[in-house]
């Protein structure tokens, strides 16, 4: 069974920096063709896709928060983590880790159950 | 990278048939067959419903079905079951390696 598991901090300070991890099991990201994402929901807003991870250490972000963010692995402790500089009020949001199998590239198949992080000072 | 465009709300009758629009752009759905739909129920974690523009996971009701045609794909669901009610989310591939998201559909059983 594939399950993904987010934690953090649940409260930061504006300027601040976000460090979220994803610990996932049953499955391991050594394996060609596997990815973990990290996705973020605003409340009551829409998903928004931050980054991605693969198997051989390939990583994307998203274009309009590639300089903020920095997303890495831990193969041996089968961890993922986001970090997300200057935070702002506006980062305010439920954040998710989700796996993807690169056979399907958009389709995030698995999902944590997201954390929350409410940035305020 | 633009949000794909889908309508703020549908809604049906039980029983019924409604289709859900997600318009992007040549450098996504149209580019790739890549095309994913989520089901979020409210303060849950989003669920993959269909992917690969018409795919269903394992355990995902047949009732779910997606098809693509240029730049917009589309979720129908049919027999619009009370557990149905939903928010709805497409997704697509990038020719940036990326993904990008729809802002949404809120879907209203009657």
């Known amino acids: 069974q594939v399950t993904l598991r987010e934690s953090g901090p649940a409260l930061v300070k504006p300027t601040q920096i976000l460090t979220l991890t994803c610990t996932f099991s049953?499955?391991?990201?050594?394996?060609?063709?596997?990815?973990v994402s990290w996705i973020r929901q605003p409340p009551g807003k829409a998903l928004e896709w931050l980054a991605r991870?693969?198997?051989?250490?390939?990583?994307y972000y998203s274009t309009s928060l590639k300089t903020r963010l920095t997303i890495s692995k831990d193969t041996s402790k089968n961890q993922v983590v986001l970090t997300m500089t200057n935070m702002d009020p506006v980062d305010t949001a439920t954040y998710y880790c989700a796996r993807i199998q690169l056979a399907s590239p958009g389709a995030m198949d698995v999902w944590g159950k997201g954390t929350t992080v409410t940035v305020s000072s | 990278q633009s949000a794909l465009t889908q309508p703020a709300s549908v809604s049906g009758s039980p029983g019924q048939s409604i289709t859900i629009s997600c318009t992007g752009t040549s450098s996504d759905v149209g580019a790739y067959k890549y095309v994913s739909w989520y089901q979020q129920h409210p303060g849950k974690a989003p669920k993959l419903m269909i992917y690969d523009v018409s795919n269903r996971p394992s355990g995902v009701s047949n009732r779910f079905s997606g098809s693509k045609s240029g730049n917009t794909a589309s979720l129908t669901i049919s027999g619009l079951q009370a557990e149905d009610e939903a928010d709805y989310y497409c997704s697509s591939y990038t020719s940036s390696s990326t993904l990008v998201f729809g802002g949404g559909t809120k879907l209203t059983v009657l």
């Open positions: 991870i693969d198997w051989d250490d390939d990583k």
């Open positions: 049953g499955f391991s990201l050594s394996t060609s063709g596997m990815c």
